[in-house]
């Protein structure tokens, strides 16, 4: 028995606005590789400046569009974790116990679709995500020309807009591009509302996300991170639990379940 479980749990079921923002490390146990801390994850082996910044894609798109498209492969290939379906239990269970008075919302730096596929509804994605590509020129949507893409491939033509005929980029935040205004004011809305915060699997490396649970521990408010490593916020966190997202959240979910209506 997990006395962080315990506890996380008792202040969730006390909750009326939960916000659970997440990190690569979410992920990590469908398989995504995390950016920062090891030898396997994105920066350790590539240059971000050449994959994701406007600098890199004007350099070589064709270089950067095969980059995203193996990261969308990964995900298509990978099955939400039991961290994830966890999550998505936990909206339904505290909803359900309240009548649909509690909600459960989640906040992801994330750019795959898992927290989606296993079942969380209204994710509000800050950096973008891997499955909405957009035209360069008009701002479209754009449309990928496989559903099924190469892995492998170190060089990829992206394709030309349905509309216009501009090139389509990845529909992703890179470095030195702003976040998306309304995804940003919604989190900072939730956050603002929030009774309670569960920050999963991040390192609190990137700005402005990485303020958000810094925000949220300034107005006071309960602020716990469920990670295996310490974040670089860690004086901003209420508790610290020292464990991964696939083994933490079921436990927390189970605590949940086992305790009797108010
Ligand atoms: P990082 O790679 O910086 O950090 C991953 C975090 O996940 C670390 O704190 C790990 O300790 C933790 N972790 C690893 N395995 C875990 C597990 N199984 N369960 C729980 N936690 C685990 O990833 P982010 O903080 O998400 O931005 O990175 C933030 C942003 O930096 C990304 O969204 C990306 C990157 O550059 C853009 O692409 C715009």
Same mark, same amino acid.
């Given at each position: 028995?997990?006395?962080?479980?315990?506890?996380?749990?008792?202040?969730?079921?006390?909750?009326?606005?939960? &916000? *659970?923002?997440?990190?690569?490390?979410?992920? +990590?146990?469908?398989?995504? /590789?995390?950016? =920062?801390?090891?030898?396997? !994850?994105?920066?350790?082996?590539?240059?971000?400046?050449?994959?994701?910044?406007?600098?890199?894609?004007?350099?070589?798109?064709?270089?950067?569009?095969?980059?995203?498209?193996?990261?969308?492969?990964?995900?298509?290939?990978?099955?939400?974790?039991?961290?994830?379906?966890?999550?998505?239990?936990?909206?339904?269970?505290?909803?359900?116990?309240?009548?649909?008075?509690?909600?459960?919302?989640?906040?992801?730096?994330?750019?795959?679709?898992?927290?989606?596929?296993?079942?969380?509804?209204? &994710? *509000?994605?800050?950096?973008?995500?891997?499955? +909405?590509?957009?035209?360069? /020129?008009?701002? =479209?949507?754009?449309?990928? !020309?496989?559903?099924?893409?190469?892995?492998?491939?170190?060089?990829?033509?992206?394709?030309?807009?349905?509309?216009?005929?501009?090139?389509?980029?990845?529909?992703?935040?890179?470095?030195?591009?702003?976040?998306?205004?309304?995804?940003?004011?919604?989190?900072?809305?939730?956050?603002?509302?929030?009774?309670?915060?569960?920050?999963?699997?991040?390192?609190?490396?990137?700005?402005?996300?990485?303020?958000?649970?810094?925000?949220?521990?300034?107005?006071?408010?309960?602020?716990?991170?469920?990670?295996?490593?310490?974040?670089?916020?860690?004086?901003?966190?209420?508790?610290?639990?020292?464990?991964?997202?696939?083994?933490?959240?079921?436990?927390?979910?189970?605590?949940?379940?086992?305790?009797?209506?108010?």
């Amino acid at each position: 028995m997990s006395t962080s479980a315990l506890t996380i749990a008792s202040v969730l079921l006390k909750s009326r606005r939960i &916000v *659970i923002l997440t990190g690569a490390g979410m992920s +990590a146990e469908s398989g995504i /590789a995390t950016f =920062r801390f090891n030898p396997d !994850s994105h920066w350790s082996r590539f240059d971000p400046m050449e994959l994701a910044s406007p600098e890199g894609w004007r350099a070589d798109h064709r270089q950067v569009w095969a980059w995203y498209e193996s990261r969308r492969a990964d995900v298509l290939a990978a099955t939400p974790n039991a961290g994830h379906l966890a999550i998505a239990s936990l909206a339904d269970v505290l909803g359900e116990r309240t009548g649909g008075m509690t909600q459960v919302r989640v906040i992801t730096q994330n750019v795959d679709n898992l927290h989606e596929r296993a079942g969380s509804t209204e &994710v *509000i994605h800050l950096h973008g995500s891997l499955f +909405a590509p957009w035209c360069t /020129a008009c701002h =479209r949507p754009g449309q990928f !020309s496989s559903n099924a893409p190469d892995r492998n491939a170190i060089k990829v033509e992206p394709p030309r807009c349905a509309h216009c005929g501009g090139l389509t980029r990845p529909g992703v935040v890179w470095f030195g591009e702003a976040m998306p205004k309304r995804e940003f004011r919604m989190a900072e809305e939730l956050v603002d509302a929030c009774d309670a915060m569960l920050v999963v699997g991040t390192s609190g490396m990137v700005y402005p996300a990485a303020e958000l649970p810094i925000n949220a521990h300034n107005m006071g408010k309960f602020v716990a991170e469920i990670n295996p490593e310490p974040s670089v916020n860690l004086e901003n966190m209420s508790l610290r639990w020292p464990v991964t997202a696939a083994e933490g959240l079921p436990l927390l979910l189970g605590h949940v379940r086992e305790a009797r209506p108010n």
